[in-house]
């Protein structure tokens, strides 16, 4: 990873001869809404992982208010989260009555264990599916997931958008199950590198430009995807890694975007 690419102390620091991988780490998240069932919600985080899942995100708990703040987003409708890591968002969709979540994240085995063990600790189980999940790749797993439909009602994208060789594949998949004018793809995030923020944002522009099921699917210049984005939201906390260079605001600052197709 280029000296560009590495944020959060460098999280792919040279390998070291007799490195030890961590042990998972707990963190309670308490709900803001008042009356609320669970009251907290425990989520497991893994001891270190290459995907960055051993962190929970700003961009998630900001997630989780907002769900709490609007509970008629989840009631009764099918939920997706992309790369889910700790999974918190899709855990409070749950609880806001959803009729159906599928969490994935990347199909590897620790990461899809852990989020399971979330589910099943916070005993939100009863309406979720969790799998493994590869951007940009085969969607029919997800469809068999929400049986007798087809597409989903709510995208989750939490902290996603730093991935930015990954924007087309993160958007193939949610043009494929977003289900046409009411659904929405909601993507929360932060600049944790302030030097790369335009590119972060490159995100929305490639989602904004005009579909064209013949374009060639190699010509990343040109593809486009159809959505309609509002930047609606944008929220402070405090800065997750304070040894990072690059403007504290910035750094500190959660964005909201929601996208959807006409």
């Known amino acids: 990873m280029s000296s560009d690419e590495s944020f959060a102390g460098d999280l ?3 390998e070291e001869e007799e490195y030890q991988v961590p042990e998972p780490t707990c963190e309670v998240y308490t709900r803001e809404k008042e009356h609320s069932e669970p009251k907290t919600l425990n989520i497991r985080l893994v001891g270190s992982h290459p995907l960055w899942a051993h962190h929970l995100w700003n961009a998630s708990k900001v997630f989780a208010s907002f769900f709490d703040k609007n509970p008629e987003i989840c009631q009764n409708k099918t939920i997706l989260e992309l790369g889910a890591g700790g999974a918190l968002p899709s855990l409070i969709a749950a609880a806001n009555g959803a009729s159906k979540v599928v969490i994935t994240d990347y199909p590897d085995k620790e990461l899809i264990e852990n989020i399971q063990h979330n589910v099943d600790m916070n005993h939100l189980g009863e309406n979720v599916n969790v ?33 930015h060789s990954q924007h ?12 046409p004018k009411t659904g929405r793809v909601y993507v929360f995030y932060t600049h944790h590198r302030p030097h790369l923020a335009h590119k972060d944002v490159e995100f929305f522009s490639i989602a904004q430009r005009p579909y064209d099921p013949s374009a060639d699917p190699d010509d990343r210049d040109l593809l486009g995807y159809g959505f309609e984005a509002d930047h609606f939201l944008q929220e ?11 403007d504290v605001q910035v750094r500190s600052t959660i964005h909201g975007w929601q996208l959807c197709l006409p």
């Open 168 to 179: 087309h594949a993160m958007l193939k998949t949610c043009r494929e199950l977003l289900t």
């Open 131 to 163: 799998q493994g999940y590869v951007w940009g790749t085969s969607t029919t797993e997800l469809r068999k997931a929400i049986e007798p439909k087809t597409t989903y009602d709510v995208i989750i994208l939490s902290d996603l958008v730093f991935n």
């Open 12 to 14: 792919f620091g040279e």
């Open 236 to 246: 402070k906390m405090n800065v997750m890694f304070e040894e990072d260079p690059g």
